[in-house]
């Protein structure tokens, strides 16, 4: 069975301060990561993907997200956040064609 | 490309009574989920559709909720009868084949 764990429930940081949000999950074999975000009253949004290759990937909006094999983590990362980004973020994977969802970790940024 | 469509957006029904839900995935996507997320909680798969086949429905509680995809396009998911547990955003999503899913808005369900 396949299982992602988000550490971080609730996250609140300042505008312009950095964020790194933690994603690990458990599957022994080939995996496809995302990361989704909800903003409030939206719908589900992809941020970024990790199929193959270059483990660091980039997304929208000045996010990333390194893919450590050895650690099963896919973490995310955005250097300097804004205000915006007050959302809800959702590691996914996605093995034998099911996707399962982390429980979300929602990002509070004071202006 | 137009996006997911979902209908309705929100639903208030009585514990005991019936809801149907609808989904109208985007053009070519072979791959449908319906998830349901709590409040404070990830989305859960309920069931997923591979053209009109059924790929995983394991965690769909089957006494009360059903789920069907004719002709491989649009789908409805059904619950009958709703429990107050039942209170959530049902969520509807599409995927080619091994790619990213993408969402609907949800439908809000309330039971009281």
């Known amino acids: 069975a396949q299982s992602v764990s988000q550490h971080n429930h609730h996250v609140i940081l300042s505008e312009a301060a950095s964020l790194e949000l933690g994603c690990n999950y458990s599957?022994?074999?080939?995996?496809?990561l995302f990361w989704y975000v909800q903003y409030p009253g939206q719908h589900l949004q992809l941020l970024l993907k990790?199929?193959?290759?270059?483990?660091l990937v980039k997304g929208i909006k000045g996010f990333e997200a390194e893919f450590i094999k050895s650690k099963f983590s896919f973490n995310l990362r955005k250097p300097s956040v804004q205000w915006s980004d007050t959302a809800e973020y959702f590691c996914?994977?996605?093995?034998?064609?099911?996707?399962?969802f982390g429980a979300g970790t929602t990002v509070t940024v004071r202006a | 490309e137009a996006g997911v469509a979902q209908s309705p957006r929100y639903k208030i029904i009585e514990k005991r009574q019936s809801v149907a839900f609808w989904c109208n995935p985007i053009?070519?996507?072979?791959?449908l989920y319906w998830y349901q997320q709590i409040l404070g909680q990830g989305p859960k798969l309920l069931i997923q559709f591979q053209n009109n086949g059924v790929v995983d429905d394991s965690q769909l509680p089957k006494d009360r909720f059903s789920a069907e995809r004719l002709k491989g396009v649009d789908s409805t998911l059904k619950i009958q009868p709703a429990k107050l547990e039942d209170s959530a955003v049902y969520l509807c999503?599409?995927?080619?084949?091994?790619?990213?899913?993408?969402f609907g808005q949800g439908t809000r369900l309330t039971v009281v």
């Open positions: 599957y022994g074999g080939t995996v496809n």
């Open positions: 999503a599409s995927s080619r084949l091994e790619t990213e899913a993408f």
């Open positions: 053009s070519g996507h072979a791959t």
């Open positions: 990790y199929f193959s290759g270059d483990p």
């Open positions: 996914a994977l996605a093995n034998d064609y099911k996707l399962s």
